[in-house]
């Protein structure tokens, strides 16, 4: 065992004794989270009343604050799934994740590269297990967290189950230099950018700057994209993956025009589940 991982033993320690629980006492636990993020600390709260009302001007002010609210009970939920998947072995956490149409993605990942592109909607993290039901490797993209132990921590919930990460910068050299060894990307691709960002597009009744890596590299590994989203079925208590083809034809497509209309699709037709406490619009003016 290595000092990092023998640093984030009582976190895991923790983690395991909460996935003990039995299944009313975890959802009295979500009631005790919800409680003290929504009513005791107010945690962003005027950042996710302003997004949700400028992203869905058509809601009156009582509609806004019950939207509100349920995003703030799925939030608190995503804390003790995410501390689960620290500890859960891939066996048990498959049963609860269900691939709703594989055959998409097989029919391009032994030919070609395939970039998985999807938002900070539903449970994004659950996708850490992909590698459970994929036969070839598949990598996610991702910054390094300031915080050293935090970042440990997070790598450890990501490369559990087989997942392989690359830093932002060292994407496209290994894109290109793979580009003969298929493989499956992951970009978490409706991040805010930093001001002077090129690429812009009508997302949620507001201009809005996206990241345009994950277009420019798609288009430079002539990789097929596409969408990928995470939905919650409450009935049979698991998340559902489903992909939607963006482009076999990366070099003629606008990627990121086609990712924003999706995952705006998906907001808009449930929208407590997307990540309402970001800053997500900061530098729009800019």
Request: one cysteine or more; a positive charge.
């Amino acid at each position: 065992m290595n000092l990092k991982h023998l640093a984030l033993t009582p976190v895991l320690a923790v983690a395991g004794l909460l996935n003990l629980l039995p299944y009313f006492m975890r959802k009295g636990l979500q009631q005790l989270i919800f409680t003290l993020l929504f009513r005791v600390f107010n945690y962003r709260y005027n950042v996710v009343l302003q997004n949700l009302s400028r992203s869905l001007p058509g809601k009156s002010y009582a509609e806004i604050k019950a939207i509100a609210i349920k995003f703030y009970r799925h939030f608190s939920g995503l804390f003790l799934e995410i501390t689960a998947l620290m500890v859960t072995p891939a066996k048990r956490l498959k049963r609860h994740l269900h691939i709703v149409n594989p055959e998409l993605p097989a029919a391009y990942w032994h030919q070609r590269n395939v970039v998985l592109m999807l938002g900070h909607y539903g449970n994004w993290e659950c996708l850490n297990v992909l590698p459970q039901f994929f036969p070839v490797d598949v990598y996610a993209v991702y910054k390094p967290l300031s915080s050293g132990y935090f970042d440990s921590l997070m790598y450890h919930v990501r490369t559990r189950f087989g997942m392989k990460l690359l830093p932002a910068g060292q994407v496209a050299r290994h894109m290109l230099l793979h580009r003969d060894q298929p493989n499956v990307y992951i970009f978490i691709a409706d991040q805010s950018p930093p001001p002077g960002a090129k690429c812009k597009v009508d997302f949620l009744h507001q201009p809005t700057s996206l990241f345009a890596g994950a277009e420019k590299l798609a288009k430079a590994a002539d990789a097929v994209v596409l969408y990928t989203t995470v939905k919650k079925n409450e009935q049979l208590r698991r998340w559902e993956v489903s992909f939607s083809l963006l482009t076999e034809e990366p070099a003629t497509h606008e990627i990121m025009r086609s990712f924003a209309a999706h995952l705006e699709r998906d907001i808009l037709h449930d929208p407590p589940y997307w990540l309402w406490t970001h800053r997500r619009w900061k530098h729009q003016n800019q």
